[in-house]
């Protein structure tokens, strides 16, 4: 069983910034890629930026240029940073980690909140 544990998240004003970052613990032989994702109510949940483990990354083209995604391998950690935040970036986000073989797992949700 493998747990994904989310921390920071918000509430921030517009252009502000906040980071978010997640931990995977628990039996793990090699993590893929870990990325995240938001939803919002009564949406279906998309990715914002994901990593690969050789550092390959993609964004949503609505964060590009603002938000940058990084990881850690040896500590199984990816983090989020996000600038310039937008009243539209206010959304629950998830943490996710691809182990293969279709195996995945999701953190359990945090709140970010842009708003004056």
């Known amino acids: 069983q493998v747990q994904l544990v989310e921390s920071g998240g918000g509430l921030v004003q517009p252009g502000g910034s906040l980071s978010l970052s997640c931990t995977a613990s628990?039996?793990?032989?090699?993590?893929?890629?870990m990325g995240w994702y938001r939803q919002a109510p009564g949406k279906e949940r998309e990715v914002v930026a994901a990593i690969n483990r050789d550092g390959g990354t993609k964004y949503a083209d609505s964060v590009k240029g603002r938000f940058t995604i990084s990881s850690d391998n040896a500590k199984n950690t990816v983090s989020l940073r996000m600038n310039s935040l937008k009243p539209e970036d206010t959304d629950v986000y998830y943490c996710h980690a691809d182990l293969g073989t279709a195996t995945e797992y999701w953190g359990q949700g945090t709140q970010v909140t842009v708003s004056s």
């Open positions: 628990g039996t793990i032989f090699t993590i893929y890629a």
